[in-house]
Structures are given as C-alpha cells and as structure tokens.
T-cell receptor, first 113, second 120 residues
Framework: KNQVEQSPQSLIILEGKNCTLQ??????????LRWYKQDTGRGPVSLTI?????NTKSNGRYTATLDADTKQSSLHITASQLSDSASYIC????????????FGTGTQLKVEL | DVKVTQSSRYLVKRTGEKVFLECVQD?????MFWYRQDPGLGLRLIYF???????EKGDIPEGYSVSREKKERFSLILESASTNQTSMYLC???????????????????FGPGTRLTVT
C-alpha cells in the first residue's frame, strides 16, 4: 500500500531559528513529490514540486530536497517567522495526470517569540 | 491567480439531511477534486472529475455523490448526512496533463479554503 509518513508530528521553534521536516514514502512508481503549507482553517497551498530527476528545489526561505533512491524528502525552513506556523504536508504523486496523490498527515509547526 | 472558492466556510446539518457543497474555479481547469481531511488521516480523495459530466470514484466514495454540469463547478452531495461525515471538505482543481512532459510535471492541484461540516 502506498504510504507517506512525516516526522515529527509536531514541532515548536523560536522565531529566527531553522528547522527541517522529514517525509518518507513508499509510493511506487513515483512521479513527483510536493510540499504544501496549510494554515489553520485554510486549504493547502503549494510550496514546491519536484520530479524524480530533481533533488532540490527552493521557494524563498523554504528548501526541499529529494532522494528518490531512499524515498526520502526534507523541507528546510530558514530564519523562521511567526507566519510559518502551519501544517506542512508532504504529497507524493504516481504517474497518470496528477490525479493519484498520496498525502502525509502533516507536521504541525509552531513558531514562537 | 488561480481561485477556487467553496460555497460555505462552516456548515451545521442534522443527521439525515441532504447536503450540497459547491466548488467553483475560475481558471478553466479540466480536473476537479473533492477531499475530506480528518485529524491523523491526512487528505482522502472522495471523487474527482476530469470533464463535464464525467466523474470517477476516489478512495472513499461511500455516502457521497457528485455533479459536474459545468466545467467551472463541481458539487459534492451527501444524500443523507451522518455524524461520521463531520469533517473538513476541500475542493481542488488542476489542468489536465495530456502530453508526456506535463504528465511528468503533474499539474499542481489548487485548493479552495475548505468547508467545515458538522453533522449533529
């Protein structure tokens, strides 16, 4: 069964600090991996999308890495801000037009003063 | 900017009521999706549609139906709401990838703000 597992489940950090979120997946065959940010009470918003041939993708202070051999990805947040407080969801796609997505359960990040 | 809107942010219904959740997108996307999101379970696909009047079951279609009469609008219907359908419902849309390069890129899904449905 295709699965996406994220760790940690939740994380609290101080404003200005860096953090790294992990994602392990068993989806096969694999097409691409996405990281979404979901603010409380809102829909997810895409941060990065990486195909199997890419191993890093940045979006401002967010940098995602992908190791397709070990089926692992990480999302690194630099110089965190209070507005980074959200759930971060890892999503893995199988080939076929983008319809077959497997979602992780998310890492809940809280950034404090 | 892609905009996906959902008819209600919060909805409270009684057991047995028929419930309609509406989703509208303004980017001429072919694909539209309905998910539910529950704590500890992640998003689960209920139904999706790749064209007007076309629909396919997702992973958890039981107790739901959908309607796509116009390209921009995708409705989720709970024929007889039950308490286990209390959840956050998210609509999404995406372009249809027909060429190999696009399929590899897997067009991004854009999500609406969600409807938090409570069935009492």
């Amino acid at each position: 069964k295709n699965q996406v597992e994220q760790s940690p489940q939740s994380l609290i950090i101080l404003e200005g600090k860096n953090c790294t979120l992990q994602c392990n997946y068993t989806v096969s065959p694999f097409s691409n991996l996405r990281w979404y940010k979901q603010d409380t009470g809102r829909g997810p918003v895409s941060l990065t999308i990486m195909t199997f041939s890419e191993n890093t993708k940045s979006n401002g202070r967010y940098t995602a890495t992908l190791d397709a051999d070990t089926k692992q990805s990480s999302l690194h947040i630099t110089a965190s801000q209070l507005s980074d407080s959200a759930s971060y969801i890892c999503v893995v796609s199988a080939p076929g037009g983008g319809n077959k997505l497997t979602f992780g359960t998310g890492t809940q990040l809280k950034v404090e003063l | 900017d892609v905009k996906v809107t959902q008819s209600s942010r919060y909805l409270v219904k009684r057991t047995g009521e028929k419930v309609f959740l509406e989703c509208v997108q303004d980017m001429d996307h072919e694909n539209m999706f309905w998910y539910r999101q529950d704590p500890g379970l992640g998003l689960r696909l209920i139904y999706f549609s790749y064209d007007v009047k076309m629909k396919e079951k997702g992973d958890i279609p039981e107790g739901y139906s959908v309607s796509r009469e116009k390209k921009e609008r995708f409705s989720l219907i709970l024929e007889s709401a039950s308490t286990n359908q209390t959840s956050m419902y998210l609509c999404a849309s995406s372009l249809h990838a027909s060429d190999r390069v696009s399929i590899l890129r897997n067009y991004e899904q854009y999500f609406g703000p969600g409807t938090r449905l409570t069935v009492t």
